[in-house]
């Protein structure tokens, strides 16, 4: 991630694995690289007038739950980066118009015509991977690259690049 260009700054929440491997190692890693790891907080971009909210929510199972400092976040546009996609009443929430999330590696072993075998979120299939739209706020879910356990059947590994533009 050392090579990264980015105009507006790189931003990672954590995840489950990333906690139980060795959480706080991880961040001092990212942070050396110029990655800001959002726990629970903002981070406001400004152009001109216009203002861009990075929200970054902290893992729903081994994380703080303090969503407080997410809430009344004053930006034209907000982004929810939450590592499971079962926090998107979350980007509801807060009147994110994105979240973008991860966790559920596409279900991981899936079965032509029957789809994922098993996926770990509260709302199940429906999250197992791509975009989910509600109101004005969609959910991208990738599938990622890596597994836990070391296992793929019939669900290629995810690389995806988001081009973001403005409605106005």
Known sequence: MKGLKAPLGSYAVMGNHDLWADGP???RM???DGIKVLRNEAVIL????EKLAILGVDDIWLGEKNDRPLLGV????KILLAHQPDHFYLARKTGAQLQLSGHCHGGQICFPLLGPL????????????G??????????IHRGIGVYPPIRTYCRPQVVKLILKSSA
């Open 25 to 27: 190692g991880l961040k």
């Open 118 to 129: 098993i996926v770990p979120a509260d709302e199940g299939r429906k999250y197992a991977g």
């Open 74 to 77: 004053e930006a034209g546009a």
């Open 46 to 49: 400004k152009r001109g007038r």
């Open 30 to 32: 990212l942070q050396k």
């Open 131 to 140: 975009f989910i739209r509600e109101g004005d706020t969609t959910l991208f």
